[in-house]
Every structure is written in C-alpha cells, then in structure tokens.
C-alpha cells in the first residue's frame, strides 16, 4: 500500500521576517515511526537583472523508507514574489512544468498517481502560498524539485536595492550551494549578511558572480545584498516575445509623504478568527495606541468578527484606552474569517482600520464598509494581500504591510499620506494595455508596464497627491534595444494581473487565461509535469517543446473520441434508468417467514466473499466484486405495475399508499398511509476532551475549550465533536463558530470545506452551506459529488432552478468510473425535485427518455470525505434479510447502488414500500488507501421517508469512522 506523507514547509519568508524555520522533510502519518525522509541536497541560485531578481531553489530529497512516497511541498511567498518555474526529475531528466486549468491539472496528477506514475503539480492556495504534490519519492532512492520565484527588489536607501534570501534552517544537509550573479552591474554589489564568511563577489565580463558549496550543513543564516543602482533614476526593458513587444520601465522616485487630516471618528475593525493567532497582535495594538496618542480626543467604534460580527462597541478617547487595550487582548481568537459578516455602509466614520490577513475562508461575499479611506494592516507572514490592496486604496487608502514596515514606518505611514503614481501619457497609439492604468500608492521603487505598439515612443509618469501632481518623469521606449535576460513579458502579465486580481470572481476568466499564456501560476492556473506523452494527450495538456510533435500527431487521431463518450454515456444511461423503472414497476411480495440466510448458493457465496472481506489486511482496498444475481423469488410474487408517469401529481401519493404488496389497481379506495418515523441513534466519540468538557462548569466550558485547542486543534474531528457539544448544551453560536474553524485548519482543503458544508446544511444554514460548497466547486470542479452537494445545498436554499441544473449536469456528464452509479442517483435527485417543486421548473434540455416519477418509502444516501475509500451501506429490513453491496437486492424490493471502493461515494438503498417492522441502517469501513488531515473517515448518511413526494420526511447525522472492519448502527426506520 502506498503511504501518502507531508513534506513540512519550505520557508521563503517574504523580506524583513526573522523567524526560523526547520529544513523541510517527510513524515510518514499516522505511527509510522520509520526515518523520516530528509533534503539530501540544496542548491539556490540568484540572478539579478535591473530591479528583478530570479530565485530557484533545486532541491533533492531522499527516501530511506522501503516503500514509495508521495510528498507535499507547501511554501509561502512574500508580497509581490510570483512562482516562475516548476520542474521534476522523470526517468533521470529534468522536465518542466507546464502551465494548466487548475482542475484540469490536478485530474491528471491524481489519475496518474492512480496508475503509478510519476506526476508533480504546483497550485497556488490562499494568499501568496504554494504547494506541490510530488509523486513517487521512490523506496531508498532521490527525487529532485526546481522551483523559482520572481520578485521587483525594493530600495535599500536613495541609491541601492536590496535582496534579502532567508535561511534559517536547523536540519543539515550533505551538499549546500549558494550562486548569486548581478548582470550588467558596473559596482560590485555589498554583502551586508552572508551564510558563509568567504562568500564573496567577484567580478566576470558583465556580471558579479559569489558561489560557495558547503558540505554537511546546515543554512542557518540569511544573504543579505545592496546593489547600486547606478547614476540614472530610470531604467527601461523591452523584449520581443510571440510576436508581440513588451516593455517595462522602473523609476525611483523619492518616497515623500505628506500630513494627512486626521480622523475624529475612527472605525477599527478586528478580525479576531482563529488566525488571528499567527499575527503579531501585540505589535498592532501597540501601533493603533500610538496613532490614538497622535490623534487626541476622538470617538473609536471597534467591530470585532470572525464568522460574525460582534455588535459594535464605543470607546472615548484617550480616557477608554485601557479599556480598549483590555479588551483587544482577551478576544478569544476561533472560527473563520467572513468578510462579508461586515455590514457597516451606513456607520459614520472619517477612517477605517482594518486588522487582518485578508484570508477570506468563510462565505463568497465583500464587506460593506462606509465611503472613508480605508488603511489595511497586516503583521501575519501568510496573508492576501491582493485582497488587502484592493480593500484599501479602493477606498483612497493604502496596505501597510507590517512584516516590511519598521514600528517607526508604520506609525509615519498611518499620520500621513503616500505620494501616489496617478497617470501614464504617451502619444495615442503608441502602447496598449498599460498597468497600473489607475492611482496607486508609491512606496518605494515604482514599475509600469505595457504593450509597446511603436518601434519608438516615450511615456510620461506622473506623480503626485490626491488629484495634485507634484512632479513628472520621462521615459524613451526603443523596441531595438530590447533585452536578452530581462523577463519583461512576464513582468507585465504579472501587473495586468495584479490588477485582475482586484475583482476575482469577475475576472476568473481573464485570469486564468493570463496565466496560462504567460506561465504565471495563478487562482486558475498551475504547473504540471507528467511522465509520458501518452498522459499529455489523454488529459489534452500540451506539453514541453520536446514532447510536442508527437503531441500533436497523437491528438489529431483522437479528435473525435469526446464526441462518441459522451453519446455512448447518455444511452447507458437511458438503459440503467429504464431498468429502475422496470424496478419501480414490480410488485414485490415478502415470502413467509424470516429471511434465511444461505438460501441458494449464489447468497451464500456473496457473504462468503464478505466474510473474506472484512478480514483483508487494515486500509487495504479490494476491487469491487461482480455483483450477484438478483434474490430468486417465485414468479407468483412479482406482479406488473402500471408505471406512474402520467398521473397528476397530486395523486402520486396514492399510487403508492398502503403495505408491501398492495397494488394501487388492488382497491378503488386508497388504503391508509402507515405511520413511518426515523430514529437516528447518538453517536458519542467517546474522546478525553469531551469529557473534560462535561466534568467543566458551564461557564468555563468556553475557556476549557480554548485550552484543550492547544492540544487537539490541529485535528478537524476535535471542531465537529466539540462543536456538537456546545450544540447539545444549547449554545448554538458558539458551536457554530467553533464549527467553522475547518474552515481555517488548511486553506483550500476541499475534504474539509465538504464536511463543514454538509454540517452546515444538516444546521440549517443554508446560504453558508451553499458558499462553502462554491468553494469545493472551484477547488474540486472534476469531481460530480463537488456539484450534487451544491445542488442539495441550493435546493434547500430555494434555489430549485440552480439545483436542477446543477443535477443535469451530475447525470449527464461521464466522470471517472470510480464515480459508480453518481449519474444515476443524481438522476432520481432531479426527478424528485420536479416532482415535489412548488412551481414548475424550466426542465427542457432534459431528455424525455430521463423525466419519471418514482416516489419511495425508504431512501438513504451514504457520503464520505476521503478519496481513494471504500464505505459500505447496509440496511436490514424487518424480515432479517440485509441488503449491501454484494447482496445488493432484497426480497421485498430493496435494492442498493454500486459499490464505491475508490471515490466518495455516494451508495444509496431504495424501497418502494415498506413492510411494517424495522429497518436497520449500518455503516462498514472497509479500507482506505489515503490518509486524510481528519485522520479518520467522516461519514453523512441521509435518511429519506416518502422520498420523492410532497410528504417527504429526513434527517441526516455526521459521524467519523476510523480503523477498518468497523461497522456501526446508525439509525432505524419503523413502519406501524
């Protein structure tokens, strides 16, 4: 079995932080207390050209296991770094990465991780982080990883530039080397910090060249360099690419700013979620008391939130300072951030602080925020600062970014107003697409970039504040003097898309284009690398140059195979959808007595084969048998029944109503219903902390929590079963809050947001569910459960059009076929929510040969986070006779969809009509063959009454099972 693995954070720290960090490695998960995987070998190498510096970091990592590992490479980048390059070592070359469809991307490297073959995929996760998936880290032997990043270098002082390489690193490596080589560069660079004392620059042609290979260390210190930047304030790049004339000019204007009129009334807002505990909280208050000193007597109103907002809270200044400093520090810090929890339009205010990190992890919308300039002020290393720019000087502030800021910087910065670039002028014609096109804040050295149209132009900068210019620079464009080394195209698709960036959800498209054609890694985008041409062509992935001949001959011979999956897709469907009608359309009648188990060879070699089953190795995963024939029943016991489709729907209770075995044709008076309800039965995890909880006053159950979090937070289950807790004891706020940490735990993990999703819904709030599975939408879009969990959401929402829709789409499409049955079920889904709307619903792209009524007594519907798993349904009815998936169909006409042993489900049980007694619903954990961040497998099963009618009845519980051959009773029907 492989075993997945965690390789730790790589630490690029963004300039000016201090923090160490250990040296990457891989740790096996759960127990497996072998040598961990370490970094072998390291290499970094520096280019420097003008103001841009190029960043690669070769890494080779060894495996001293006996077995093949998978590995997660996760690296934070600092404001305004961008991923230039990805690149894996495949059958000893080194091959790149290539630019794709973010889902696209990641549809190939987990189907050809399924197949054994070495992938890497580099995404971009929240904020300005990174992660790759690097598979296989072969038994005993070496993987190599490039990856480089760019970055504008910022002033040092008036004349030089700085570049700042941390390294902080406690683990040794066997072979460390260091290369930085500053082109075109008549001064020698100053090293102001180094790792070694002999590093040194020497002069070669056009470049300072410092290299040093070290052996058996460990990098513990950081390269610090300043580099002149010569006599000229301006600099000008220009590079022909794909046809097309790129040009970047880079000015250094002095970074002057003037008073500003300072506030009387001032809105704070805090974002107080749980990480907040990763930002320097007490740097920041004492920041903000220092600018309340500067202002004097004012009104403070502070809205503290997380994934609500507090009610707010009024401070007279300089008076309520203690108290304003009192009550900042004893803000509990839990529960993810909604921004749009922020309703405040309508609050007077002359200035609004916002104290974040900008990581939106809760909800899809925008704050609504008074008209007032807005200063944004984050201390957190991980932080979104696009959406913190795009907060703040679209409403006439500016980002204060305090991990580059001095204490000194900060407090200049909030009492006074930055010098702004306001416009570029050039004569009509001669560039197009120009970034920034708008006013933005200057702080340090300034780029614009454009599409140079004339061989010859000059562009105009003007500076200044407000609407006021203060001063003007010139620029000559030449597009024959155009740079060999400078990536200046990438330069400004890296503008343009900072500017795009400023409206996401708007411009998904543009963004995603962009990167694809200029190799930015971006929201949509992310780079792959795959073994073989065969897999570029089966995922229409166009790969390197030297793959792209046989690409492109392969993929002319395949043009029309979508074409035919997708008709074949829609008949097989229409055929397994008209042996449910056949189903529907049988009466079953239960034979005499209690179910015997071994009645005919058939069954008994089916529980044989499950009996052999339940004992296979722990977190095996078998292949799923064929299923075995239908249950023998005598023809006496199956008669025809008259299809409902073409009853009104107002009678389609009827056409079921009564016992098993009644016949809607049996009497001219419909029998009376049977009273049904649903017992779910309380599951208890049984875990310590619960029960520190229950033994804590209730009072100090909220404080007990936060403490038990230090020990247990970094376990998704420790949210749910305390959440639940605080629930039962009716608390639902804080529950919620605490619920909605998973939101937070790890940014962008679509298992989690699907479990929070569907707590969410079985909670009742609806709207939040349907933000969250969005957002498992833009993260899992290959998948069908990502769009069905939407659909329910919506529909129970009232956003019934979208929920068909959306289920349209489930059915219709030909997923992998480790999706078993999901067309089906989503079909009967659609079904139902035609057949129980309250208006009609705009159903004309579905094929006729797809639209029946089909109402029944018991449905129950088994989901599960964790890929690669395989969950097991059981329902036993009142005779005995159980029902699961290699027993898949019951005498009284209980029948169970296809086994899923490699996907998430979903496995559904239906009956028509249910006989009186009770049905016993189970759930069996067989194996798995991933490990998750929850550890164990968590689990929602849905239990339906009168399915499908207008008397629909459900409930819905979410447990976790852990450890294979575990079976648990969850709930019963019972039918009088």
Known sequence: MLLRCLLLC????????????????????????????????????????????????????????????EGELVFPLGEGQTVSRFALDVNGRLREGVVVEKAKGRIAFEETVRRGIDPGLLEKTAGNSFRARIYPIPARGYKRVVL???????????????????????????????????????ESPTITAKPSATFAFKQARRAWIAEETLRDVAPDAPL?????????????????????????????????????VLPKRLLVLWDASASARSRDRKREIQLLEGYLRRLGPCTLRLAVFRNTAEPL??????????????????????????????????????????????????????????????????SAQAADHGRL????????????????LSDAEAAQALTTRPLAFLRATYPEGSLSEVHPSQGQAVRGPFGLAARLIAERTKVTLHFGFGTTVRFTQVIDLDAAQAAVEAPVARLWAQKKLAALELDRARNAQAITALGQAHGLVTNGTSLIVLDDVADYVRHRIVPPEDLRAEYDRRVAEEKDRKTRDAKDHLEALVAAFAERKQWWETVF?????????????????????????????????????????????????????VAPREMPRQDLSMAYAGFAGASPASSSRPSPQPTATITLKPWDPETPYLKELKAAPKAERYGRYLALREAHGGTPGFYLDVSDFFRGAGEAELALRILTNLAELKLEDAALLRVLGHRLRQLGHHRLAVQTFEEVLRLREEEPQSRRDLALACQAEGQLQRALDLLWEVATTPW?????????????????????????????????????????????????????????????????????????????????????????????????????????????????????????TTVVLELYLRYGTGRMENKSITLRLEGPKRMVDVGAFTFQ
């Open 10 to 69: 790589l630490a690029l720290l963004p300039l000016g932080a201090q923090e160490r960090r250990p040296m990457p490695g891989l740790t096996l998960r759960h127990g497996d207390r072998s040598e961990p995987a370490r970094i072998h070998d390291l290499a970094i190498t520096v280019t420097v050209v003008g103001h841009v510096a190029t960043t690669t970091w070769d890494l080779t990592v060894f495996n001293p296991q006996d077995r093949v590992l």
């Open 148 to 186: 480089a990043y760019e970055q504008e270098l910022q002033d040092a002082d008036g004349d030089h530039l700085r570049y700042r390489l941390p390294l902080a690193f406690t683990d040794r490596v066997a072979t460390f080397r260091l290369r930085m080589e500053v082109l075109d560069q008549p």
């Open 224 to 260: 610090e360099v300043v580099i002149p930047r010569g006599e000229g304030s301006a600099q000008a790049f220009v590079e022909r690419r794909n046809g097309e004339t790129y040009a970047f000019v880079m000015v250094h204007p002095r970074a002057i700013r003037e008073a500003k």
């Open 313 to 378: 809270k009024t401070f007279a200044m300089p008076q309520d300072e203690a108290a304003l400093r009192a009550h900042l520090e004893a803000l509990p810090l839990d529960g993810a951030t909604r921004l749009e929890a922020l309703d405040l339009a309508s609050e007077p205010a002359d200035e609004t602080l916002l104290f974040s990190d900008g990581l939106a992890t809760l909800g899809g919308g925008e704050p609504r925020l008074p008209a007032a300039p807005l200063l944004a002020l984050s």
């Open 389 to 404: 720019r795009a907060l703040s000087e679209g409403r006439g502030g500016e980002l204060l970014n305090l991990q580059r």
């Open 589 to 641: 009648k239960a034979p005499k007595g209690n179910y015997r188990e071994g009645k005919d060879k058939a069954r008994e070699e089916a529980e044989r084969d499950f009996a052999q089953r339940t004992q296979a190795a722990p977190g095996a995963v078998a292949a799923m048998p064929p299923p075995p024939p239908r249950p023998i029943i005598d023809a006496q016991d199956v008669v025809p029944e």
């Open 816 to 936: 992998d076929t480790r999706f078993r049955d999901v067309n089906l079920i989503a079909l009967g889904e659609l079904n139902a929510l035609l057949a129980t709307a309250p208006q009609p619903l705009d159903a004309g792209r579905i094929d006729p040969r797809l639209r029946a009524e089909l109402p029944v007594d018991i449905r129950v519907v088994l989901n599960w986070d964790t890929d690669n798993s395989d969950m097991d349904l059981h329902v036993i009815d009142p005779r005995g006779e159980p029902c699961f998936y290699s027993h898949n169909r019951t005498a009284i006409g209980g029948r169970i969809s296809a086994d899923v042993t490699g996907g998430y489900g979903p496995e559904e049980f239906l009956l028509k009509k249910a006989l009186p007694g009770t049905y016993q619903v189970k759930a069996h954990f067989y194996g798995t063959g991933q490990q998750t961040t929850i550890g164990a």
